[in-house]
């Protein structure tokens, strides 16, 4: 049985000055076209797509210079962020009804950034993954030859897969365009045991078999940029907080390489050895992390998210299972005899069983729980497979 996934690939767009301008004025174009239909769908509360359609269509064709596709594109976009808005508002992620963060929420048109990204369809879109270029529709009209930048693979990727809608995104000073690509992955096999990965934020992920990936290298990285942040943020200039933002985007890019490198790490190895992979459901990051509010918290919860999207996009690709399973004691129970208690986690690294006796790696016994855990999930058939790639 044959799966189709989801992958997005990346290319850096190389346009002539000429281009880029022109790229810039239609992403303009496009988003002040949105602001419009925004206003548009909140004046008059019509939110679904043929209905906004209708009312903005001609108008937005004609006074923001965007041919038909773009301008159904710009609907598309607003409805998108509505709907994302009312599932965020439903799902209490901006606070209970009457609360400050809501009500400026519902206050107000959603708006767009002049530069936010667009949507381009085949017929705005052409790929000439050979050549390395694009051809694209824009204000200026349809520019050719439009040069970009990426690796073989994606490449080939690009060639071979690439299915409907591409993004135009324009990021520190450069563009880029992310494609979609539909890739048919084969069926998970039926492991013969599981690898348990535990994150954390001393080792980043250690594996059952006592295997610590650790992002020493990346945590050096931090502390350097920590002190850089720190100067940036005494000065509060507009100019100090457009490079800390940027010093933010590099610390990720690292932090995104290290995840690329660890996740291909623990997919390989359970390929190799058909063994599955077990990793702890993402709630488990609020057990490590206390301080909520902490930028900590933040850049970890989304470094441990991320590590978890590419070891599942990485494993279903190479038809690796991988089951998710719940983190509650994992660095508080014995994986040898099954003890719980607090004070078996005797310090950051040591696990010493207050029951049996047996000590061990913290990390590598909390990998070895999670490991226990999903066994035991498979078997009863209570798991959830990943179906879909970040
Ligand atoms: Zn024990």
């Given at each position: 049985?044959?799966?189709?996934v ?5 290319v850096k ?12 004025a239609?992403?303009?174009a496009c ?10 769908a ?24 965007l ?27 901006l ?10 929420a519902?206050?107000?048109?959603i708006?767009?950034?002049?530069d ?6 085949d017929?705005?879109?052409s ?29 080939k990727m ?10 135009l ?26 690898i ?10 250690t ?13 050096r990285?931090?502390?350097r940029?920590?002190?850089?942040v720190a ?11 457009r490079r800390?933002k940027?010093?933010?985007r ?8 290290t ?6 790490t ?6 190799r ?37 590419f ?7 190479a038809?690796v299972?991988?089951?998710?399973v ?6 508080r129970?014995?994986?040898a ?6 004070q078996?986690r ?5 696990f ?10 913290a990390?590598?016994n909390?990998?070895r ?7 035991d ?7 959830n ?6």
């Amino acid at each position: 049985m044959v799966r189709v996934v989801k992958i997005v690939v990346r290319v850096k767009l190389e346009p002539s000055a000429y281009q880029a301008d022109a790229l810039a004025a239609t992403l303009r174009a496009c988003n002040r076209a949105a602001n419009h239909v925004s206003e548009v769908a909140f004046r008059t509360g019509e939110k679904r797509r043929n209905g906004l359609q209708s009312m903005v269509y001609r108008q937005v064709k004609e006074d923001f210079d965007l041919s038909a596709q773009p301008a159904v594109r710009v609907v598309k976009k607003v409805c998108d962020a509505y709907a994302t808005l009312k599932a965020n508002v439903r799902a209490g992620n901006l606070g209970l009804k009457g609360s400050k963060r809501r009500n400026k929420a519902e206050a107000k048109p959603i708006s767009f950034r002049e530069d936010a990204a667009q949507a381009f369809d085949d017929r705005c879109l052409s790929w000439q993954a050979a050549k390395r270029t694009v051809s694209i529709w824009t204000t200026a009209g349809r520019l050719k030859g439009i040069r970009f930048a990426c690796s073989e693979d994606a490449a080939k990727m690009i060639a071979d897969h690439r299915q409907g809608e591409s993004d135009l995104l324009f990021r520190d000073g450069a563009w880029y365009l992310f494609a979609t690509c539909d890739v048919s992955v084969p069926a998970p096999y039926e492991p013969t045991d599981w690898i348990g990965v535990d994150l954390g934020i001393v080792n980043i992920a250690t594996t059952s078999d006592g295997k610590v990936l650790s992002g020493r290298r990346l945590e050096r990285y931090r502390k350097r940029m920590r002190t850089n942040v720190a100067k940036l943020q005494a000065k509060r200039t507009k100019s100090a907080k457009r490079r800390l933002k940027a010093l933010r985007r590099r610390e990720q890019r690292f932090a995104t390489d290290t995840n690329h490198c660890i996740s291909k790490t623990i997919v390989k190895t359970a390929e190799r050895t058909s063994r599955g992979i077990a990793l702890e459901d993402l709630t488990g990051i609020r057990e490590r992390v206390k301080a909520k509010h902490d930028q900590r918290y933040r850049l970890h919860s989304w470094a441990f998210a991320q590590l978890g999207a590419f070891v599942e996009y990485k494993a279903q690709r190479a038809g690796v299972p991988v089951v998710r399973v719940n983190p509650a004691h994992t660095s508080r129970q014995c994986s040898a005899c099954w003890h719980t208690h607090k004070q078996n986690r005797v310090d950051q690294a040591t696990f010493a069983c207050r029951a049996c006796g047996m000590t061990m790696h913290a990390d590598v016994n909390g990998s070895r729980n999670i490991r226990h855990r999903a066994a035991d999930a498979w078997q009863r058939g209570k798991v959830n497979c990943p179906t879909s790639a970040p």
